[in-house]
């Protein structure tokens, strides 16, 4: 029986990307999802890519006895890549339990389990949303993480810390945290992207929603900040790199690369892009003009975060090799792609 690969979330965004790249990588991947903030297309979308269909359990994570049954029906999982999670900021403000149980109960219940194998390698999808306002920049993996702006931040920090503490008393569970700075952008194949489900809450998908005509105008959250042009700078990562660096990280898990059995590392590009620079971007490699206004600040946003990338370029040799042009242009072809089938529809 071939050797497996859990993806949990493996129906979201960057998950969806994930698999594929797994999948291209030669492994078996199996996906949980419980459909909350993902479809059944995906699934189509993936195997449309790869001509290969992972296998699918539609399970709910804070289902314990689910999960249990999960595992002894695939007693050769040697990886877990863990997606699944609720990741609106705001939404958790509003909702703090949800967030906590959702976010943390999943993780506990699968942890427990891998506590009970031989050997289990685990990949976990953090967040630079740990560092809140750095006070260096760019931000290395040494950055103090600081008091969360909210509850979903919060989930991440405790999540790494309990993972961190798992592997301490379980040898056999390797793991790594990978906190992403911002990822965007969409699989080149036009088969899978990004499909926030009512308003976007990121900036890149509102962007391509107004191009395409879906949203009347974006509102640019301040421009009074200490920046280039007074609006936020983030570190906008292509997700295809983000997919790639999943692989990488598993592999040197699997291949017992790392010199202790708990590591985090930054995934960006290393380089901060502001908002007005976005919209720049978005506007020269789409050909549209996008309808924007500046409007007041967003509670919780910090004004810049990029990341310090030599950790995950020397020990992982992993470095991200698309463009925030080319990222912006693979997005608005999704975009473009999604309004043509659901016009066909
Ligand atoms: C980016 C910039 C906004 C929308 C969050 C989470 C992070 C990850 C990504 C889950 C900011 C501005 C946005 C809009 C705007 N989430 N903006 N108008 O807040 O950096 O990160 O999402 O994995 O963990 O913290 O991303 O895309 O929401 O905002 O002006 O309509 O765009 O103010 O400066 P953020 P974002």
Same mark, same amino acid.
């Given at each position: 029986?071939?050797?497996?690969?859990?993806?949990?979330? *493996?129906?979201?965004? $960057?998950?969806?990307?994930?698999? &594929?790249?797994? !999948?291209?990588?030669?492994?078996?991947?199996v996906i949980i999802d419980n459909l909350s903030n993902s479809s059944l297309d995906v699934l189509a979308g993936i195997m449309k890519i790869t001509q290969i269909s992972p296998e699918f359990e539609n399970i709910d994570l804070r289902d314990k006895e689910a999960v249990v049954n999960f595992f002894e029906k695939y007693?050769?999982?040697?990886?877990?890549?863990?997606?699944?999670?609720?990741?609106?900021?705001?939404?958790?403000?509003?909702?703090?339990?949800?967030?906590?149980?959702?976010?943390?109960?999943s993780l506990i219940?699968?942890?427990?389990?891998?506590s009970q194998k031989d050997e289990a390698n685990f990949i976990f999808s953090s967040s630079c949303t740990v560092y809140g306002q750095a006070d260096t920049l760019p931000i290395s993996e040494n950055a103090p993480?600081?008091?969360?702006?909210?509850?979903?931040?919060?989930?991440?920090?405790? *999540?790494?810390?309990i $993972?961190?503490?798992?592997?301490? &008393?379980?040898? !056999?569970?390797?793991?790594?945290?990978?906190?992403?700075?911002?990822?965007?952008?969409?699989?080149?194949?036009?088969?899978?992207?990004e499909l926030p489900i009512g308003t976007p809450q990121n900036l890149v998908p509102f962007i391509t929603q107004t191009a395409i005509g879906k949203r009347e105008q974006l509102s640019v959250f301040g421009n009074d900040y200490p920046t280039i042009d007074g609006t936020c700078v983030r570190d906008y990562i292509h997700v295809m790199d983000l997919a790639r660096a999943h692989v990488i990280a598993l592999k040197s898990l699997l291949e017992d690369k790392l010199e202790k059995?708990?590591?985090v590392f930054n995934l960006g590009t290393g380089k901060g892009n502001s908002v007005l620079e976005v919209i720049e971007s978005f506007e020269r490699v789409s050909g549209k003009k996008l309808s924007y206004k500046i409007v007041?600040?967003?509670?919780?946003?910090?004004?810049?975060?990029?990341?310090?990338?030599?950790?995950?370029?020397?020990?992982?040799?992993?470095?991200?090799?698309?463009?925030?042009?080319?990222?912006?242009?693979s997005a608005w072809e999704w975009e473009k792609r999604v309004a043509q089938i659901e016009k066909e529809e």
């Open positions: 029986m071939k050797s497996k690969i859990l993806v949990t979330g *493996g129906l979201g965004f $960057i998950g969806s990307h994930t698999v &594929v790249a797994l !999948q291209e990588q030669g492994f078996d991947v007693p050769k999982i040697i990886g877990v890549i863990h997606f699944a999670a609720s990741k609106a900021v705001g939404e958790s403000v509003e909702n703090p339990l949800l967030y906590y149980e959702n976010n943390l109960t219940y699968l942890l427990k389990e891998l993480v600081k008091k969360a702006e909210s509850p979903y931040g919060n989930t991440k920090q405790i *999540g790494e810390e $993972i961190q503490d798992s592997c301490k &008393v379980y040898p !056999q569970i390797s793991a790594i945290s990978l906190r992403y700075f911002n990822p965007i952008g969409a699989h080149p194949s036009g088969e899978i992207g059995n708990y590591d007041d600040r967003r509670e919780g946003d910090i004004t810049a975060a990029y990341a310090d990338t030599h950790k995950a370029n020397s020990e992982l040799n992993w470095k991200a090799e698309h463009s925030l042009d080319e990222a912006l242009k």
